[in-house]
């Protein structure tokens, strides 16, 4: 019964390392692409009065994208859906954030892109994973 008793609380030990591991990870991620997204947007052609970089969990980084104008909240939400669009999200997703994600040992890295109203509505929320091919970068 102790062996039992130690092999869960053992096993319960390494889980929580491994999660904050990750969470760490994710956080310093989070960190440096915030930097990164408000030096890009900052540069006066942006579409976005704000672009937030947050994170859900050990392994979901949440990129949230304000409008600075008002936009046609239904025409926003068809064009982000659109096929292409999202493959081209994908894309830019895939050659950049996941490999380092992966990279940095998040394990299911996920990112999500939100998009406001300038009065902060929700237009359309959209994950990702990675596609097959992505490696971690190195």
Do not use: H, W
């Not at 990750?22 to 579409?47: D, I």
């Not at 025409?75 to 659109?82: H, T």
């Not at 992966?102 to 959209?126: C, E, Q, R």
């Not at 990702?128 to 970068?137: D, G, I, L, Q, R």
């Amino acid at each position: 019964m102790k062996k039992k008793i130690l092999v869960v609380f053992f096993a319960c030990v390494a889980l929580f390392t491994v999660a904050a591991c990750s969470q760490n990870a994710l956080g310093k991620l989070v960190a440096s692409e915030q930097t990164r997204v408000t030096a890009q947007n900052n540069k006066g052609t942006s579409p976005y009065a704000s672009v937030k970089v947050t994170s859900e969990g050990t392994s979901t980084i949440v990129y949230t994208y304000t409008f600075k104008l008002d936009v046609d909240k239904a025409a926003m939400a068809s064009l982000y859906q659109m096929p292409a669009e999202k493959v081209s999200q994908q894309t830019a997703l895939d050659d950049t954030i996941f490999p380092e994600m992966l990279g940095k040992g998040i394990k299911n890295p996920k990112a999500k892109n939100v998009y406001l109203t300038k009065d902060g509505k929700t237009i359309v929320s959209l994950t990702f994973e990675p596609s097959k091919t992505v490696k971690a970068a190195t």
